[in-house]
């Protein structure tokens, strides 16, 4: 922030105005521009204390002030989209030990992007044709576990999933018509089929291999992980846990499959991607994002997750007959998860009542309910929000008779 900006947000934030009445500290910034104007008030919108992890409904996470800067900074600015991709792509190439990179709009447009550069190369009739196949290979093999609603992204090009389930199966369905291999990080331990004997069927066979990594940070090594692997191509996205742009991702890998799918993206015009544009300010915004990410200090982050998930489980014990157990997701959402629970014939509450109970209260937070009860995260909270989670957590809980 520039200084004369920061005068100008101080003159409309006054000392002490960040003070809650219970005494915390500022949880944020006041939601006003420097102009003293608040969207969410003005347009009724409800905001909320998100425990529940990076969804996308929810808006997903919040950008680094990092990125912000970025933003704000590089809109001043004309450039032209082309270069900045080549720019940026370099950059992020580098920090994820990739061939090459581009910026896409999100994991899901990387997915159709990286689709369409491998079945069109750089054949601008193929490109124009999409999708329509004549000519192209038409098939992506998928392991039956993987085959999950993102897959839409690859039929947007016209091919059709081909599930298998074994290795054999693999080796045996694989024919001419076979594009590419897709595999679903998320749903790793749920396949039969290894990464590297994924990667390892697709370079035998000389087929392209694609992976979603969507939600796969942490842990930080991902970014690069599967890149060194050897997958030809790996999406993710970029406004979950890497807290860039929302309508952001990253689309890496070979670098010819790379500039091919270049080919179908904005600024050019009649191809299958033109509407899955992305600004200057979320192609620069991205990689600040990447930067900051990367530089932060994981250990450390960790620990304050684990002492704030530990606060909350305390906190919420005392209401007898409540117990809390914490998970950690293996692959995907990889954070610090409290499972808060009760016995139904003490506490005479169900998991969606408590759930709509936090986020009608005030503040409103939101949290996710399942059979058992609710679970939460901390890793998208800002600074001394787990406090509150508890305490309303826990006052919810003395409520119920
Ligand atoms: C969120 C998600 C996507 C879509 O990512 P966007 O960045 O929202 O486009 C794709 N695959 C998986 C597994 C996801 O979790």
Request: with cysteine; hydrophobic share 45%; aromatic share 6%.
């Amino acid at each position: 922030m520039k200084r004369r900006d920061l005068l100008k947000y101080i003159s409309v934030a006054p000392l002490g105005a960040g003070l809650t009445v219970s005494g915390l500290p500022a949880l944020a910034a006041p939601d006003k521009t420097p102009a003293g104007k608040d969207y969410i008030k003005e347009l009724g919108l409800r905001s909320f204390i998100n425990a529940a992890g990076t969804y996308t409904a929810m808006t997903a996470s919040l950008m680094y002030p990092e990125v912000m800067e970025a933003i704000n900074a590089v809109s001043k600015s004309y450039v032209m989209l082309d270069e900045v991709q080549d720019k940026v792509g370099e950059r992020i190439a580098q920090i994820c030990k990739a061939e090459a990179a581009t910026v896409t709009a999100g994991c899901w447009s990387a997915m159709v992007l990286g689709m369409a550069g491998v079945l069109t190369g750089t054949d601008p009739k193929k490109i124009a044709q999409l999708p329509r196949l004549d000519g192209m290979k038409s098939e992506v093999l998928v392991q039956k576990t993987h085959n999950s609603g993102y897959v839409h992204a690859l039929t947007n090009t016209g091919v059709r999933i081909v599930e298998i389930e074994t290795l054999d199966e693999l080796d045996a369905r694989i024919n001419d018509q076979t594009a590419l291999l897709w595999f679903l990080n998320a749903h790793a331990n749920l396949g039969k089929i290894s990464h590297e004997q994924w990667v390892a069927a697709g370079k035998k066979r000389a087929i392209p291999t694609m992976i979603d990594i969507a939600a796969d940070v942490p842990p930080v090594e991902n970014l690069w992980r599967f890149n060194e692997m050897g997958f030809d191509l790996v999406c993710i996205s970029g406004g979950k846990a890497l807290r860039g742009p929302q309508s952001a991702g990253i689309l890496m890998g070979r670098k010819d499959l790379i500039k091919a799918a270049r080919l179908s993206a904005p600024p050019r015009g009649g191809t299958i991607g033109r509407g899955m544009k992305v600004n200057k300010e979320e192609v620069v915004g991205m990689l600040a994002a990447l930067e900051k990410y990367t530089s932060i200090d994981h250990a450390k982050e960790w620990k304050s997750w684990m002492d704030q998930v530990n606060f909350i489980a305390t906190t919420v014990q005392k209401r007898a007959g409540v117990t809390t157990e914490l998970v950690i997701p293996p692959l995907a959402n990889h954070t610090p998860t409290l499972q808060i629970q009760w016995a139904p014939t003490r506490l005479r509450i169900k998991p969606a009542e408590l759930q709509l109970a936090l986020r009608n209260g005030s503040p409103s937070i939101e949290v996710l309910s399942n059979e058992k009860g609710i679970s939460l995260t901390v890793f998208m909270l800002r600074e001394g929000e787990y406090k509150i989670v508890a305490n309303h957590i826990l006052k919810e809980l003395n409520n119920v008779v």
